[in-house]
């Protein structure tokens, strides 16, 4: 197909482009909506961690003790570490949610102090939760 | 209503409200509630991990065979896994397109979380029956 010398012009020319995902600055309320959907993921397959130290705890001391070891190493509290921020992310992504589903919240500039609330929320009480646990263990 | 009823539905599906896919709001609703319930059963769970935090075998047996935690440590599982079933089921219906992939991934997100659930259920049962 020939094109004639002005449509090649036009097509040359720079024209505005609808806002797409890679030339777009993410808000900070669609980073946290998407942050909630992977710590949702996360979690599901956090799951096998809860079932697992349940079978553990029901299971023989040696079966018991080795779970306690694998959670206690480097590898297991960073594990452990991920998954209570996960947690504790998801439940207050929720509660925003929760929040918004009764249609408060929603202007703009709201909806952006909350998401970032969610996340300096889930990170203070992940790390409050690792100090109680911690101070649980010297007791 | 009145007037020219332009609607095509039967007035029993109107009643009921369920659309074509027989499911109306439940699956909303159903994360609603299991996401209000999670609060305050995760926060438990939380709160008892932390107190267990180096517990040995026999301290974390009795703890859990207490028929308190064990009644919540049930409900925290079945609304929990609920919770993420509905949830993991919306995440597959969104990014896969293919009929049968979709089919058989939203059944094997049930097989999952019915495997997670039995396996933990029974653990605890087994610590508050067993001995």
């Known amino acids: ?139 | 209503m009145s007037g020219k009823n332009t609607d095509m539905r039967t007035p029993l599906a109107r009643v009921r409200g369920l659309g074509s896919a027989r499911e109306g709001t439940g699956h909303f609703w159903r994360q609603r509630l299991t996401a209000i319930a999670n609060i305050p059963l995760i926060l438990f769970f939380v709160g008892f991990l932390i107190a267990l935090n180096g517990a040995d075998h026999e301290h974390v047996r009795a703890a859990l065979a207490n028929p308190f935690v064990a009644l919540v440590m049930a409900l925290v599982l079945i609304s929990g896994l609920t919770h993420m079933r509905i949830g993991m089921q919306v995440i597959i219906e969104d990014y896969v397109h293919g009929e049968g992939m979709k089919l058989a991934l939203i059944a094997l997100n049930t097989f999952f979380t019915i495997a997670v659930g039995v396996a933990s259920i029974f653990a605890l049962l087994k610590l508050a029956f067993g001995g």
């Open chain 1, 1 to 139: 197909m020939s094109k004639s010398p002005a449509t090649r012009e036009f097509a040359r020319r720079e024209r505005p482009i609808s806002p797409h995902l890679t030339v777009y600055r993410p808000p900070i309320t669609m980073t946290m909506s998407i942050i909630h959907r992977i710590t949702g993921g996360a979690l599901y397959f956090g799951t096998l961690l809860v079932a697992l130290w349940l079978m553990a705890a029901a299971s023989s001391q040696a079966t018991f003790d080795w779970a306690n070891w694998a959670f206690g190493t480097w590898l297991g509290r960073i594990i452990l570490f991920g998954y209570t921020w996960a947690l504790m992310h998801h439940m207050l992504g929720g509660v925003r949610h929760l929040i918004w589903d009764t249609g408060a919240g929603l202007e703009k500039h709201t909806a952006s102090k909350i998401a970032w609330a969610t996340l300096a929320g889930s990170i203070l009480l992940t790390l409050l939760i690792w100090i109680a646990g911690t101070m649980a263990r010297g007791a």
